[in-house]
């Protein structure tokens, strides 16, 4: 399934935010970090309007080189210091529909003055919601049976679905703080129990992943084979000792 890692996650820096010199720019485009199969690669989460890649690029495109450089396994650091340099100066960007390079594209984009005011209008928590809900889109669109949706605050909770006596994949995704308790490591673990029978709960799989802190956004992926149709019961638990999570989004399918 697309963007599956960590995955975790989620999720987020921003090209657009204050800059430590007045004449440093960027292209206008807010990103966050794919770490599906292993490996890492940034994508678009959103374009601000008027920039260089609101004109030329699209939401969801995965930038992989900058300058001609690999951005395979870069940090969200790493990306925007190449993304970004004196206003008014260009950079060369190759874009793809996927993280490992279909449809490339080639542009050279002209950095624009970074503004604090366009930053401020951006809310993190939205813009992972609507990365969400554009997944799941996306995933009904390529024919996967989306059962069941969670946004959700972050802790340790339970939801409900109605199961078949069939296969599920669960997926688990988190949106982590930023500045410096992005830099702290968590854990996501899930449980999903075959709940039919209140006085014979079985637990069906139990998977776990770890944020080392050099996401942004957190995945989670396992999958559920339920005997008998009934109650799926799916427990996350977030080790957030950092209470740098932000918000969650769980999706049942098929």
Request: glycine share 8%; charged share 25%.
């Given at each position: 399934?697309?963007?599956?890692?960590?995955?975790?996650?989620?999720?987020?820096?921003?090209?657009?935010?204050?800059?430590?010199?007045?004449?440093?720019?960027?292209?206008?485009?807010?990103?966050?970090?794919?770490?599906?199969?292993?490996?890492?690669?940034?994508?678009?989460?959103?374009?601000?309007?008027?920039?260089?890649?609101?004109?030329?690029?699209?939401?969801?495109?995965?930038?992989?080189k900058v300058n001609d450089v690999s951005c395979l396994d870069k940090t969200m650091v790493e990306v925007v210091g190449m993304i970004?340099?004196?206003?008014?100066?260009?950079?060369?960007?190759?874009?793809?529909?996927?993280?490992?390079?279909?449809?490339?594209?080639?542009?050279?984009?002209?950095?624009?003055?970074?503004?604090?005011?366009?930053?401020?209008?951006?809310?993190?928590?939205?813009?992972?919601?609507?990365?969400?809900?554009?997944?799941?889109?996306?995933?009904?669109?390529?024919?996967?049976?989306?059962?069941?949706?969670?946004?959700?605050?972050?802790?340790?909770?339970?939801?409900?679905?109605?199961?078949?006596?069939?296969?599920?994949?669960?997926?688990?995704?988190?949106?982590?703080?930023?500045?410096?308790?992005?830099?702290?490591?968590?854990?996501?673990?899930?449980?999903?129990?075959?709940?039919?029978?209140?006085?014979?709960?079985?637990?069906?799989?139990?998977?776990?992943?770890?944020?080392?802190?050099?996401?942004?956004?957190?995945?989670?992926?396992?999958?559920?084979?339920?005997?008998?149709?009934?109650?799926?019961?799916?427990?996350?638990?977030?080790?957030?000792?950092?209470?740098?999570?932000?918000?969650?989004?769980?999706?049942?399918?098929?």
């Amino acid at each position: 399934m697309k963007k599956a890692a960590l995955f975790f996650i989620f999720c987020l820096a921003l090209l657009q935010n204050s800059a430590h010199a007045q004449n440093i720019g960027g292209i206008g485009a807010q990103l966050f970090l794919d770490t599906a199969g292993g490996h890492s690669m940034p994508q678009i989460q959103s374009l601000v309007p008027g920039t260089a890649a609101y004109q030329s690029l699209n939401a969801t495109d995965y930038i992989i080189k900058v300058n001609d450089v690999s951005c395979l396994d870069k940090t969200m650091v790493e990306v925007v210091g190449m993304i970004r340099g004196e206003v008014g100066t260009k950079v060369h960007v190759t874009v793809a529909d996927t993280k490992d390079g279909k449809n490339p594209r080639d542009y050279d984009l002209v950095r624009g003055a970074i503004s604090s005011i366009t930053t401020k209008s951006i809310d993190p928590v939205a813009a992972f919601t609507e990365q969400c809900e554009q997944e799941v889109r996306d995933m009904k669109k390529r024919g996967v049976t989306v059962v069941k949706t969670f946004p959700s605050d972050c802790g340790n909770y339970f939801f409900n679905f109605d199961a078949e006596a069939q296969t599920y994949t669960i997926r688990v995704m988190v949106l982590e703080g930023t500045g410096d308790d992005a830099t702290k490591p968590f854990n996501i673990m899930a449980r999903v129990f075959d709940n039919a029978n209140e006085k014979d709960v079985t637990e069906i799989s139990r998977y776990r992943t770890e944020n080392t802190g050099s996401y942004t956004r957190g995945l989670l992926d396992g999958t559920a084979t339920f005997k008998k149709a009934g109650v799926g019961l799916v427990n996350v638990q977030l080790h957030d000792d950092g209470k740098k999570c932000k918000t969650m989004y769980v999706v049942i399918c098929k």
